[in-house]
């Protein structure tokens, strides 16, 4: 009886999400679109580089496995579920992955994503009348001294340098990463990998024509941060059709001259809406105002004042002076000491007005510097001769007494002011309301797209130094996103349509009315197909037994249960 046991073996191989990720491969016609742009496959090659990349991106959705250890991810995956052959399978290695992502660098990328794109609005139906841009750094540990923009395979490179690190670390060189999405469950339409000095406002008008020709016309809504608020961006978008709406940077003249004017007059501000939040007693209060006088280029400029927001540059403000204070008392007990350090009134009053602007105090707290000399030693000294009379030496050292106050005026005249964020717009037909809800319920959705690429799928750090293939790496990347975002469209959708407000996704059937495609993947992820075998040969097989939520789950993404079954 052993000796029959013993015969029979168990082969098990995790299935986990990838048949929901491959139903939306399908519909993506992915890998038919690589396959159309990649060099035709050597013959050769066991497994053409269109299937590498493919299970490379299936690992970027699902494992977020570094590339040298995605052949053990690979390993432990039903080949079929792969796209795979088991002898395919078990060539798959680092090296061949990397190679798969030089053919994908030296082929058409920007033909590959339009392609790619006009597939998935098709497809998926997505709006494309209102798109919303930000941007964000991606850092890099390490030299990358061959980055530097050389060409490779004829084909150029991004430099991969220091600049202005939206992750507040300016030690690390950066890449700068750019992103579109829809206001249609903010799906990724278009992305940029530049410079990693290149600053923001130089990258609009070109992101603004390719998303005219994607869309086919100028005819839609460019939303982004105050970035985009430049005379030579504003102009370029408004004379060749397009419309726009950003936010007013807080250097700009016009601003300035709003805060001077609302400190003297009472402007006749317009409440639009109230906002709830779940919990609290208060309201967040949103109040509209025309400016009296245009943006510098003729554009229309509304003011809106945020009461939330106003509690919140109140408290920046008393911070900010407290912290000051603080800081200047402690300064003023050096000065007074016996170490002082200084010796002139002009370092003491820099040394003061680097304390008021880290603590971001410089315009509301007045600081006075008075020196004077204390004596700090008396002593007799002995006459020079006898008889003489004897002399009192005195030493005086130069010592330096602060005197500050808060500015009140200033505070009062600034308090009026508190909340207020300007829009900058050519849209003469929408109203203030509508200019701060498409602002303010979709702008932040690209965010969550960055956070998507950052944390979820953990983009960096990189374990590639050939800039080549890390940009490759970083167009399948931006296909994982965009993967991710289609799921929780698709599945937000479908509950909306049902009236499904909730569905038991988190741990311990707890309701979630907002599902992410990371959680909804973990709820697939211990799925495994179990083969029996007998001295190699099938004998049979046991498919993954589906729970009601994953049932539930496969029916709103209308994937069918039997799925599961069929690899």
Known sequence: MSSETEAFDLDSRFLGALPVVNHFFVRLQIEELLAKRLPPPDPRTKVPAASVLMVLLRSLILSKTPLYSVSEWAASMLPAALGLTAEQAAVLNDDRMGRALDELFASDRT???????????????????????????????????????????????????????????????????????????????????????????????????????????????????????????????????????????????????????????????????????????????????????????????????SSEKSRRDAEIRHDATVRADKALAKFAEKLLGRRCGFKTTRTVRKAVAGILEQAGASRWIDCSVEHLYLVTDQRDEKPKRTGAPSRTRRTKQLRFRLRWHVRED??????????????????????????????????????????????????????????????????????????????????????SENHRPQIPLYPEARMCSAPTAERVFEIFNHLQKHTLLKEGRKIRTFPPQLTELQREALELLEISPLTYSEY
């Open 111 to 305: 033909a590959l994503l339009t392609d790619f794109v006009l597939r998935m609005v098709r497809e998926f139906e997505i709006r494309l009348d209102e798109l919303h841009n930000d941007s964000t750094s991606l850092t890099f540990q390490g030299d990358y001294k061959n980055a530097d923009g050389r060409k490779v395979d004829g084909v150029d490179t991004h430099r991969i340098t220091f600049g202005h690190s939206k992750d507040f670390r300016p030690d690390l060189k950066q890449l700068l990463w750019i992103l579109t999405v829809s206001s249609d469950g903010a799906v990724p339409v278009h992305f940029k990998v530049d410079d990693g000095n290149v600053g923001d406002p130089t990258t609009h008008i070109e992101t603004w024509n390719l998303l005219c020709q994607l869309v086919g016309s100028p005819k839609f809504l460019y939303v982004a941060d105050c970035k985009l608020c430049t005379g030579d961006n504003l102009r370029y978008i408004d004379e060749h059709g397009g419309s726009f709406i950003t936010v007013l940077p807080g250097n700009r003249k016009e601003n300035d001259w709003f805060r001077e004017w609302i400190g003297s007059h009472d402007p006749d501000w317009q409440t639009i809406t109230c906002i709830e939040y779940p919990g609290r007693r208060d309201f967040n209060i949103i109040q509209a105002l025309e400016s009296p006088i245009p943006e510098v280029n003729g554009f229309r400029l509304i003011w809106l004042r």
């Open 410 to 495: 200033v505070v009062h005249a600034d308090s009026r002011s508190d909340g207020i964020v300007p829009f900058v717009t050519n849209r003469r037909d929408l109203s203030p309301m509508q200019v701060y809800a498409i602002y303010h319920c979709n702008q932040p959705l690209v965010e969550k797209r960055h956070d998507l690429l950052k944390n979820t799928l953990q983009v960096t750090p990189a374990f590639l130094h050939n800039v080549s293939r890390l940009e490759a790496l970083l167009f399948l990347e931006y296909l994982a996103v965009t993967v991710h975002a289609l799921v929780e469209r698709e599945l937000r959708l479908k509950m």
